[in-house]
């Protein structure tokens, strides 16, 4: 198969890229713009195999698409690219529409003029799968509901909205014109190569230098978090597996405050680095609560039966499991950090170092 992963530059869409060229024998297009969130150094594993080519594309550049779907001829588009960290989203708006709905628009009326020109079996076998969150569920705040793939949307942020915009646009495009397109809708990700802002990554790497650990408001806020490689997993099985029109929820069974998520890692950092920086007796004193963020939802939890019954997807990695892998991760490949840190992983890119 060939298949185009749009934001494959991204924390999921590089995962998803290694896990195909390391697990299958497809080759790969990545299409992405490189914005603060891309990073080639996430490729470096995959990008000497011939299966896998890259291209610096915008989403939003309509003629660039017609031009690399008419040269590459995919059988799947995996559409990542996003804009997608909330607190971006409350302080500019604007690239979040650009990228997420309009970027989706261009893309799913690129991929229909590329489709109209498949003979019927290639048109059968074409799928357009595209990743969304759970958060445009909007949130839970009893202790037990979990959203399905029936839960109404009720989106709080800019970003969440945008993601649900998207969705709407790419059920719109199957129902109307008949593209054969999936969505899945996954719960909080975590693992390697993922960009320092995110909680996990800067929680960790603030620990290690003696930097305050913030917290938003009391963090009780709930999170159902799945690892990186098993969402991956489940995204290539959707792609490849799944009916034409359909919807998967897919999340870890994975439940956790944001205060406890923030405790795991000092316990682990206490026992994988004892020697701590100058000043700091216990990684947990680092802990700072702060103004919590405007609109914050309380709760996500997943119900991912669907996808369990119908394609036999469930995660490898409990939380314990996969946060000992993460620390580990961060603490064996400083200079990838390092090179988000200092920029030199944008600069290189643009040909400046
Ligand atoms: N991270 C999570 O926990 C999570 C959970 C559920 C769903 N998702 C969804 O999964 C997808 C990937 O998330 P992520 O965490 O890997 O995001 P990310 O921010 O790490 O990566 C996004 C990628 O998209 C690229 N990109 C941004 N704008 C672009 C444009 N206009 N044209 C081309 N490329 C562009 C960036 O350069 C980057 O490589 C997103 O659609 C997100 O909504 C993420």
């Known amino acids: 198969m060939k298949v185009i992963v749009t934001g494959g530059a991204g924390f999921i869409g590089s995962a998803v890229v290694r896990h195909i060229i ?23 594993s995959v990008s000497e195999n011939k299966r896998y080519h890259f291209k610096q594309i915008d989403i939003c550049d309509r003629k660039e698409l017609n031009v690399v779907m008419a040269g590459f001829c995919p059988d799947v588009i995996m559409h990542l690219a996003a804009e997608s960290h909330v607190d971006r989203s409350i302080d500019n708006p604007s690239t979040f529409i650009e990228t997420n709905i309009i ?34 569920y909007g949130d839970l705040h009893g202790t037990s509901d979990l959203f399905t793939e029936k839960t109404p949307y009720s989106p709080s942020s800019p970003y969440s909205a945008s993601k649900a915009s998207s969705d709407h646009l790419v059920r719109a495009w199957h129902r109307t014109f008949g593209l054969p397109t999936i969505i899945t809708n996954c719960s909080n990700n975590y693992g390697p190569y993922h960009f320092p802002e995110k909680l996990i990554p800067l929680m960790i790497l603030n620990a ?72 700091v ?18 709760r996500y939890a997943i119900d991912a039966s669907k996808i369990y019954q119908d394609l036999g997807w469930k995660p490898q990695e409990t939380f314990q499991t996969g946060m000992r892998k993460t620390v580990e991760w961060y603490l064996q490949n400083k200079q990838w950090c390092d090179h988000i840190k200092d920029g030199s992983y944008a600069r290189s890119r643009q040909g400046i170092i």
Not at 105 to 123: C, F, G, P, V
Not at 269 to 275: C, R
Not at 281 to 298: A, E, S
Request: glycine share 6%.
């Open 22 to 44: 390391e697990q299958t024998n497809d080759e790969v297009l990545v299409i992405d713009k490189l914005t603060y969130a891309g990073n080639l150094e996430s490729l470096d």
């Open 103 to 136: 970027g989706t628009y261009t893309l799913l009326e690129a991929s229909l003029a590329y489709w109209k020109t498949l003979d019927a079996t290639k048109q059968s076998i074409f799928r357009f799968h595209h990743i969304s969150t759970d958060e445009v």
């Open 208 to 279: 290690l230098e003696g930097k305050p650990l913030p917290v938003y408001g009391n963090g009780q806020q709930i999170r159902d978090w799945l690892y990186v490689e098993d969402h991956a997993r489940a995204l290539y099985l959707v792609a490849t597996k799944a009916k034409v029109g359909e919807t998967y929820n897919i999340g870890g069974h994975n439940e956790q405050k944001n205060i406890d998520v923030v405790n795991i890692i000092c316990e682990l950092l206490e026992e994988l680095i004892p020697n701590k920086p100058d000043g």
């Open 281 to 298: 007796k216990c990684y947990k004193d680092l802990i700072t609560y702060v103004t919590d963020r405007p609109g914050h939802d309380q």
